[in-house]
């Protein structure tokens, strides 16, 4: 398929290293390489329907924050114990009472 944006193959070059990054930040590099299949994919299936209201590199980058918070929201909703899902990039590791939440208010003036 060949568009004003370049043919698949192209498309994938061009962005699969800054997605796979972006998602690493997010998810870390294992969960990462998953969610981007997943994008690419999405990405291949919808180019046709792309309608150019954001940049393609805009457009793609959607479909991966989106991916990664379906997909982190799914895992925790599997859970069970009720709290909310961790922000991105944040660990439950993080110490602190175990709720990945938890935060230090901020002061207000």
């Keep these: 398929m060949k568009d004003g944006n370049?043919?698949?193959?192209?498309i994938y070059e061009r962005?699969?290293?800054?997605?796979?990054?972006?998602l690493t930040r997010l998810v870390g590099k294992d969960e990462a390489?998953?969610?981007?299949?997943e994008v690419?994919?999405?990405?291949?299936?919808?180019?046709?329907d792309f309608r150019g209201d954001a940049s393609l590199g805009t457009w793609i980058y959607?479909?991966?924050?989106n991916d990664e918070r379906r997909d982190r929201l799914r895992a925790w909703g599997n859970r069970g114990d009720g709290q909310d899902p961790p922000s991105p990039g944040q660990s439950q590791a993080s110490g602190g009472?175990?709720?990945?939440?938890?935060?230090v208010p901020r002061r207000t003036r």
């Design 97 to 103: 009472s175990g709720n990945p939440l938890h935060i």
């Design 33 to 37: 390489e998953d969610v981007a299949q």
């Design 62 to 65: 959607r479909i991966a924050r």
């Design 15 to 22: 962005y699969s290293t800054g997605i796979l990054r972006f």
């Design 40 to 48: 690419f994919l999405k990405v291949d299936r919808g180019l046709v």
């Design 6 to 10: 370049g043919t698949f193959q192209e």
